[in-house]
Structures are given as structure tokens and as C-alpha cells.
């Protein structure tokens, strides 16, 4: 189990261009030795407060403003790209890229208190990290517009309501929680756990007829996969051989 934490909590956890370098590399990096769950939290009083603002606006032309902006994107991509559960603990504040980070990771464990928004277009902004689609295959296109839209901030319970948000915990108990439900997951079939993540992430904006198609190749993955984990005496039946 690897456990990525932002650590600025002077500022919150604000994101700046090294923060995001430094989540996506960790993730990758947790992956490579081996990691089976990933859990992401924030040091201090917040999960993370968004882009920090009083950070020098970087002097950028057209080409370094998409580079950079691509390295933001790429914490999504290795969150989605991890063959593994990435859970997010959060408390006291997931404000935009906090909370796309949240939206973008597999299961989110919140504490009571915790408070969420998308500033962005207040701020003159557009959202990144894939909440463009993530938001609303989770709340429905209404709630999701209405809330980038606003930035209204709402709470762990709403979250929780809306499906966005998986448990909601006493206040310090977020971390715990969430290193608890990553251990269950490591006593489930590797295989098949990554396989559920991949299909439901795929399949979010694919036509019926293309995540049929999908789900049938995720599938031939384990018919002849001999991973130490299994269970084999369910995995016959479910392939009717048992």
C-alpha cells in the first residue's frame, strides 16, 4: 500500500506546476514498486485548497502554458492509468484542483466538516483533470453545471448523497477509514480488481455496443490468467465450469 500526501499545509496544499509534477510522478512511482492501493490525503487542516494563488503568475507563451497545463492533466492520467484503487481522504477543504483530484481518484472517504467547490469560473478558469466528463457521469449534467457554474460550495454529506463521495467519517478519522478500505482491496483477485476499474472508466461515454465489445476483452484477460489471488472455484463458475 503507498500512501501519497500533499504536504504544504501552510498554504492549504495549494497546487502549484511542482505539486502536480510530484502527485503524478508518485503515483507512477507507487506503481512501479508495486503498490496494490494507492490512497491520496493532504497534510494539515485541508485536502487541498486549489491552485495557489499567491504563486507569481509564470510569464508563458501558447506552447508553455499547454505544457503546463498537460502536467496538471497528467496527475489525472495516472490516476486513471494506475492499475490499482487510488483512494482520496479528504478533510477540511477540496476546492478546485483538490476536488477534481478527488473526483478523479476511484473511491473518496470524506470527513465530516470537509467542504468541496469548483471556483474556476469565478476565477476566470476552466476546470481540468477530466472533470469535464467525470462530474457529470457522477452527479448528472445538471448538478454538475450548476455547481461549476456557481462554485457553490457544498458539503461531505452532499457529496456523499450525490455519489461523488463514497463514506462520510468523524472528523481525523479519514485517513484510518481509507487505509482500512485499502486493505480489504488487497485481499481481493489483483486482476479482476483492476479490470472492474478499467471497464467502469472506460465505459463512461462509450455507446452499449462499444462496452460490450470492451467488457468482452477485459474478460478473455482472466479466462487463462493464473494470478495467486483467485478464486478459482468462483471464477469456474462464473465461466460455467463449475
Known amino acids: 500500500m ?23 510522478a508518485a503515483v507512477r512511482r507507487a ?45 489525472t492520467r ?14 477540511g477543504w477540496a476546492v478546485g484542483a483538490g476536488c477534481e ?4 481518484c476511484d473511491l473518496v472517504v470524506a470527513a465530516e466538516g470537509t467542504r468541496f467547490s469548483f471556483p474556476e469560473v469565478g476565477a476566470g478558469l476552466a476546470v ?32 456523499h448523497g450525490w455519489g461523488m463521495v463514497n463514506e462520510v467519517v468523524p472528523e481525523g478519522e479519514e485517513r484510518r477509514r481509507a487505509l482500512a478500505l485499502a486493505e480489504s482491496l488487497l485481499d481481493k483477485p489483483s486482476i479482476p480488481l483492476a479490470l472492474a ?6 465505459g463512461l461515454g462509450a455507446g452499449l455496443e462499444e462496452a460490450l465489445t470492451m467488457e468482452v476483452d477485459l474478460s478473455m484477460r482472466v479466462v487463462d490468467t493464473e494470478d495467486p489471488g483467485r478464486d478459482a472455484t468462483a471464477q469456474d463458475r462464473k465461466w460455467g465450469t463449475a
Request: include cysteine; proline fraction near 5%.
Open 2 to 24: 503507498a500512501v501519497i500526501e500533499l504536504n504544504r499545509p501552510h498554504r492549504l496544499n495549494a497546487v502549484t506546476d511542482t505539486v502536480a509534477r510530484a502527485v503524478a
Open 31 to 75: 506503481v512501479d514498486e508495486g503498490a496494490r492501493a494507492i490512497l491520496l490525503t493532504g497534510a494539515g487542516r485541508a485536502f487541498c485548497s486549489g491552485h495557489d494563488l499567491k504563486e507569481p503568475v509564470p510569464k508563458e507563451n501558447a506552447l508553455s502554458a499547454r505544457e503546463r497545463l498537460e502536467r496538471l492533466q497528467d496527475v
Open 78 to 91: 495516472a490516476i486513471k492509468r494506475a492499475p490499482v484503487p487510488v483512494i482520496a481522504a479528504v478533510h
Open 101 to 104: 483530484w478527488a473526483v478523479a
Open 128 to 159: 481540468t483533470n477530466g472533470v469535464s466528463q467525470l462530474l457529470g457521469a457522477v452527479l448528472g449534467p445538471q448538478r454538475a453545471k450548476y455547481l461549476l457554474m456557481t462554485g457553490a460550495v457544498f458539503t461531505a454529506e452532499e457529496a
Open 197 to 202: 476499474k478499467e471497464g467502469i472508466d472506460r
